[in-house]
């Protein structure tokens, strides 16, 4: 079992920067991707960024250029970095884990103010 804890979620106006957290625990051995989901109310859960555990990374479309994932393997972390934040990204982030299934976290929320 693998149990994904995530933080850093608020408040923020356009144009600002946020920065998630996301702790793995437990059998964080079995992990080999990591992610960060998005829901905003009424939409379908959005796939948001995505890293290996080579580094190997991928992004939405709608936050290519602003958000960067990073990931500390020894730590068992993964981090979103969020710049030129828009009111359009205010959603529930959640985290993904693969580890021979999926896990997923609890959701932080996002506000971005316009």
């Known amino acids: 079992q693998v149990r994904l804890v995530e933080s850093g979620g608020g408040l923020v106006q356009a144009g600002g920067s946020l920065r998630l957290s996301c702790a793995a625990s437990?059998?964080?051995?079995?992990?080999?991707?990591m992610a960060w989901y998005r829901q905003a109310p009424g939409n379908q859960r959005e796939f948001v960024a995505s890293i290996n555990r080579s580094g190997t990374t991928a992004y939405g479309f709608s936050v290519k250029g602003r958000f960067t994932i990073s990931r500390d393997n020894a730590k068992n972390t993964v981090d979103l970095q969020m710049s030129s934040l828009k009111p359009e990204d205010t959603a529930v982030y959640y985290c993904?884990?693969?580890?021979?299934?999926?896990?997923w976290g609890q959701g932080t929320q996002v506000t971005v103010s316009s």
């Open positions: 437990g059998s964080t051995t079995v992990i080999s991707a």
């Open positions: 993904w884990s693969y580890g021979y299934r999926d896990y």
